[in-house]
């Protein structure tokens, strides 16, 4: 399906490259490139970090999507994204080459995935929309500079307990090994957009409009710890360019 990108409800973002690992973070394994690159933003309930720039996204040659600034970044990003959140459960990898090839001949080369998709979730497909979605790039053969990849951090659920436990918080350990796992699903060394993809704190969902207060809990991860976990990756970033121009 296609939907207007939620890029547009973002106001700022920041661009990680961390190298070997997000730097800072507490880990469970090492990463796989010295060159990724994440722009973290959260959900609908945004939590902003501070903006850096970006390289400048141009759209393929012949598009017909008009292409915005993602918040105060240079990021320029389409303002359609076809999400993958059926793939591996309601589509088969056939049925989804075949979706993103025409995604792509129409100028829509943006894509969102999640680690815990697809829906329904469950522990035997998860994180297969993300590996169907690395698979089809590689064997079209599409540079890595062509496509922009959004992924998502799976927010407190203790349902799934797959992905790391529950997950029951996003704190800094669980952004760093999340980006870990969808960089190895995916097949590439970096990432364009990270999204936090539901709070750790109550908020409305699903339908509910009004604020619950009863249902608010404690122990939530403080926003100052999730941003400081992007922020360490971003000064490692500019600590690592520094040392390569040097080199």
Known sequence: MLYASKCNLARQACVLRPTQRAVGLPHHH???SSSRRV???TGQHRQHAPAVCAPEFQAPEGSRVHVRRLGRTELQVPVLCFGTMLFGEGNSY??????????M???VN?????EMYPVPQRAE???????????????????????LISSKVCGPSGQMEW????????DAANISAAIDGSLQRLGTDYIDIV???????????????DYDPRQAFSGAVPLEEQLEALGHAKRNLSATQSTNQRV
Request: glycine share 10%.
């Open 110 to 114: 943006f894509f969102d995935s999640a």
């Open 94 to 103: 056939e049925e989804a080459c075949l979706l993103l090839d025409k995604c």
């Open 30 to 32: 090492v990463s796989r």
């Open 195 to 209: 999204s936090i993809h539901w709070p750790d704190r109550y908020i409305p969902m699903f339908g509910d409009v």
């Open 39 to 41: 722009s973290g933003t």
């Open 105 to 107: 001949a129409s100028g």
């Open 163 to 170: 992905i790391r436990g529950g997950p029951h918080k996003v």
């Open 125 to 147: 497909t998860a994180g297969m929309s993300e590996r169907l979605l690395g698979q089809w790039m590689k064997d079209r053969k599409h540079p890595r500079h062509s496509v």
